[in-house]
């Protein structure tokens, strides 16, 4: 009886510890079952599952863990097809994915795991292009996406993925020139870009530390580097090289030479006087350097312009800037309060409430230089209502204009870029300025010569006081751009996601208005247009702000490049149900603008990798806590320092609930959308004063005097 007691607590305890130990974590779960759904009859796959299953515990086959995460997934030469489904960036724990060597098709993901170190996609029938979201890939060390049929350019995404030692994407239809911003891949060894249809020079290759160089078979020009003639490893074959003696390079661009053998016995020679004379001017420069901050603090200067746009601060000087938080904050009386004095001695010393407030460091009422221009006080009810939308008259431009006042399309007049094209900044004489977007050649292959024309018409007929209106074009040799005007304020996600301790927050009633306002450029798309338009990219980077601070919907009406690319939105972005382009319609249009109004709320970006785990998807952190009234008081931006109308927030957070349901059914459309937000503001408007009077009592005791 006793051993047959022991036994089956032995079995208990086994089976409880079995559970405990091999429970794979759900994101996991679930990405690897969208996975194997998206697959065609993965049967092959030893132990996967399309719903639930185990792949720690069970040991899937190919899969690895640690723990409960999965860490690595080796599905090398396995004989798959079909693609890799949509959630690979719920696998934050995966270090290496490997699914070389299969037939797998389609687009590369959009989004793949977030922290891998090793990606290997090679010798599949991957089309389409290298997707951005590697930008973001800060851990990586090595990606392999050759022997596909990836097309289109390399985009500029190289700036952040500083850790990259090799890069292979030999052996497709990649062309265009080579990204500036390969040259901070400070840590390259090995970069294998054959037979490729690359264009222009290989330049920007110079000062990296390559011991593997492959160009072979591309179309590039220009001369070979002196400063990578040294590799190891060099092919250059079957490309149009200049012959004779290069130019040497622009004024002030020195490139590093690669010492030969006896250069560098010499250079040893020298180098300890060289760190003796480094050193003893390190310690000079030290002393002054202090000196000069001590005169610097002693003096007590104002705060430096914002460097954000730079160039712009001239314009900012010729006229006074309110900072934004002092704007529209609702009622008369308390703007009366809040707005920037004409004469500082005016300012009751009395009133340590406003003291406090206006002393705050990041929210002070301090006259800025910034670039970013306010809009007027008061009519915030008015402006809701929006201005009545004056056609634009769409000219052409030639290119020979576009060249000069682009500085040929110049990396330093680079405003972004997306998987359609680069966005330049056309400054003229006259003062004017405009945002020029060169769309990428490739995506006009095998279409009409009028069919640049027909987007064009298209595009020019809208127009709506909240869309970045078209006015301009250009289609000369080979060359089709659109043209904008330019929006000195930068895009809603500069605003709330790029650090500037010059420029303020954007207030409560401006984040509302923008919702509204953004709301309303979807509506007209949705149900005002005929046909009916999705615009497919809605993100906070496509959403300018004018002088006035309303939103202008841009990069509407390229939905046919979107199905022709293949491309998901921006990380975060995109509906669960957006597997393929094709499956885009206006309820995920509402998606998106959901995911946009939960970045004015909490002031978070759509995916932070630098965030805990569970707080990395901003749609599947907040969601839970939409209808949790103490837990929505703590997801509010912080930088609004808790000048807000708290009954505002119950309303705001339904109407992003009803936006971001997981299935597109239930979501709202958005003509509902705009009413759900015009009552809010009606509702605002009325309470405002009393929720703002509270907010202030409430928070008065966060600031310091300074």
Same mark, same amino acid.
């Given at each position: ?49 399309? *719903?639930?299953? =185990? ?20 599905? *090398? %030469? +396995?004989?798959?097809? @079909? ?23 389609? =687009? ?38 050759? +022997? ?105 661009? &020195? ?12 250079? @040893? *020679? ?54 934004? &938080? ?12 809040? /707005? ?7 300012? =009751? ?35 809701? /209502? ?44 006259? %003062? ?30 809208? &127009? +709506? ?6 006015? %301009? ?5 080979? +060359? ?16 709330? &996601? ?209």
């Amino acid at each position: 009886m006793h051993d047959l007691v022991g036994r089956c607590l032995l079995l208990f305890l086994g089976t409880l510890i079995s559970l405990v130990h091999s429970k794979t974590d759900s994101p996991d779960v679930s990405a690897l079952n969208v996975m194997f759904k998206s697959l065609n009859k993965p049967s092959q796959l030893r132990g996967w599952q399309s *719903s639930g299953g =185990d792949p720690c515990g069970d040991s899937w086959e190919g899969i690895k863990c640690s723990d409960s995460s999965v860490t690595e997934i080796n599905l *090398s %030469g +396995h004989d798959l097809s @079909g693609q890799l489904g949509y959630q690979l960036s719920s696998l934050s724990s995966v270090k290496i994915f490997d699914v070389s060597k299969n037939n797998l098709n389609g =687009d590369i993901p959009y989004q793949l795991p977030p922290n891998a170190q090793s990606i290997d996609l090679s010798e599949n029938n991957f089309d389409g292009n290298v997707p951005y979201s590697i930008s973001q890939m800060t851990n990586l060390e090595e990606i392999n996406l050759s +022997h596909n049929q990836l097309k289109g350019q390399l985009s500029d995404m190289f700036a952040k993925v500083q850790k990259l030692k090799s890069f292979d994407v030999s052996n497709n239809q990649l062309s265009d020139k080579l990204p500036n911003s390969l040259a901070n891949l400070s840590n390259l060894n090995t970069l294998h870009l054959q037979n490729n249809r690359f264009t222009g020079t290989i330049n920007v290759l110079a000062d990296l530390p390559l011991n593997d160089l492959n160009v072979e078979n591309n179309k590039f020009t220009g001369w070979i580097p002196d400063e990578l003639k040294g590799i190891d490893e060099l092919k250059t074959g079957g490309n149009s090289w200049s012959t004779g003696t290069a130019p040497p390079p622009p004024p002030g661009v &020195h490139h590093r030479r690669r010492p030969n053998k006896q250069e560098e016995n010499s250079e @040893g *020679s020298t180098r300890s006087l060289q760190m003796g004379l480094i050193i003893g001017f390190s310690c000079l420069g030290g002393i002054c350097l202090l000196l000069f901050l001590m005169f610097v603090f002693t003096r007590r200067r104002s705060p430096p312009p914002s460097t954000h746009f730079l160039d712009e601060d001239v314009i900012s000087r010729r006229k006074g800037f309110t900072p934004l &938080h002092s704007q529209e904050l609702g009622t008369e009386s308390y703007v009366s309060i809040l /707005k920037e004095p004409k004469d500082s001695k005016s300012t =009751d010393p009395g009133n340590s409430d406003m003291k406090s407030l206006l002393k705050s460091p990041s929210m002070g009422l301090r006259r800025s230089v910034s670039s970013r221009v306010s809009f007027s006080e008061n009519e915030f009810a008015n402006r809701l /209502k929006g201005r009545k939308s004056t056609s634009v008259q769409v000219v052409p431009y030639s290119l020979a204009d576009l060249q000069k006042y682009t500085d040929n399309f110049s990396p330093d007049r680079l405003l972004g870029e997306g998987t359609i094209g680069r966005v330049y900044k056309a400054k003229y004489p006259e %003062g004017k300025v405009l945002a020029v977007k060169k769309i990428d050649s490739s995506l006009f292959q095998g279409q009409k010569p009028d069919d640049f024309s027909k987007l064009v018409a298209n595009i020019s007929k809208l &127009h +709506h006081p909240n869309i970045a209106e078209l006015v %301009g074009y250009c289609s000369e040799q080979g +060359h089709n751009i659109l043209i904008y005007d330019y929006f000195r304020n930068g895009s809603l996600y500069e605003f709330l &996601h790029v650090a500037d301790d010059f420029s303020k927050p954007l207030t409560w009633n401006t984040r509302v208005r923008i919702a509204l306002g953004l709301a309303r450029a979807v509506e007209y798309l949705h149900d005002v247009c005929s046909p009916s338009m999705v615009h497919k990219n809605i993100k906070s980077s496509n959403i300018f702000l004018d002088l006035e601070l309303n939103p202008r919907l841009s990069d509407y009406g390229m939905s046919c490049f979107h199905q022709r690319t293949s491309q998901n939105l921006g990380m975060g972005y995109n509906a669960p149900e957006c597997i393929k382009p094709s499956a885009y319609t206006s309820k995920s249009d509402v998606y998106s603008f959901g995911v946009v109004m939960l970045e004015l709320l909490t002031g978070r970006m759509p995916v932070d990798n630098q965030r805990p785990r569970s707080e990395q998807c901003l749609v599947k952190w907040a969601r839970p806590l939409l209808h949790d009234h103490d837990a929505l008081l703590g997801m509010v931006d912080p930088a609004l320092r808790g000048l807000y109308p708290p009954k505002s927030l119950p309303p705001f957070a339904d109407v992003v609930s009803l936006c971001v349901q997981t299935e597109p059914e239930p979501r709202a459309p958005i003509s509902e959308v705009v009413q759900a937000l015009v009552r809010l503001v009606q509702q605002s408007t009325l309470n405002m004063k009393e929720d703002l009077s509270s907010s202030c009592r409430t928070t008065d005791t966060e600031y310091e005097l300074v």
